[in-house]
């Protein structure tokens, strides 16, 4: 689906009174409210890297960007909306999101050290359909942080505000550095 359709499923989600599963769980349906506001305002207010954007804008052969991830995902939704802005800077970039937990389960072939469904994953294909790199499923920075609250056993919510403040104070920057790196490969 293209980004148009995935801001759809959101959607529907949000104005569903009987929302189907996960979304049925409350838990899951306010993740999804969250990260709709999140992912919003970053489309508005998000800033685009200058060297990333010249980089983008020079590739010069089709690429397919394929983004795996979820309405109920908070890092996707600190993400997903760079991704979007960038490949929507070069007509030559087609995207194709795709939900992690719906068919294909295309995330089987991308799991996060070998064992998890993590996301959101960026994966840039040439026309041909080879995989050129793969990103995710958050800044190596905000991973850094994820590992260091997992291993002190940090509970739930405490692990959840601290990513968001990360995400909030970095404001795109990391991603931004790191799809650089990966395009000038």
């Not at 359909?129 to 991973?143: F, M, S, Y």
């Not at 405490?158 to 790191?178: C, F, H, P």
Request: glycine share 4%; aromatic share 10%.
């Amino acid at each position: 689906m293209d980004f148009n359709a995935y801001e759809a499923v959101f959607q529907e989600i949000l104005h569903n009174p009987s929302p189907s599963a996960p979304y049925n769980n409350p838990d899951y349906l306010n993740y999804t409210k969250l990260n709709w506001s999140r992912q919003s305002r970053w489309l508005k207010t998000g800033k685009l890297n200058d060297d990333l954007a010249t980089a983008i804008k020079n590739i010069a052969a089709p690429q397919q960007w394929i983004i795996i991830t979820e309405p109920w995902c908070g890092d996707a939704s600190h993400s997903v909306p760079f991704i979007q802005m960038l490949a929507a800077l070069n007509p030559l970039i087609t995207t194709d999101y795709q939900l992690r937990d719906s068919p294909p389960h295309l995330i089987q072939q991308y799991l996060t050290n070998g064992t998890s469904k993590s996301i959101p994953k960026l994966i840039m294909r040439d026309a041909a359909g080879k995989d050129i790199a793969v990103w995710g499923p958050r800044p190596a920075e905000c991973q850094v942080l994820y590992d260091e609250l997992h291993a002190s056993k940090a509970d739930f919510e405490t692990l959840k505000i601290a990513l968001q403040q990360w995400y909030n104070e970095d404001k795109g920057v990391s991603l931004q550095r790191e799809l650089l790196l990966l395009i000038q490969q």
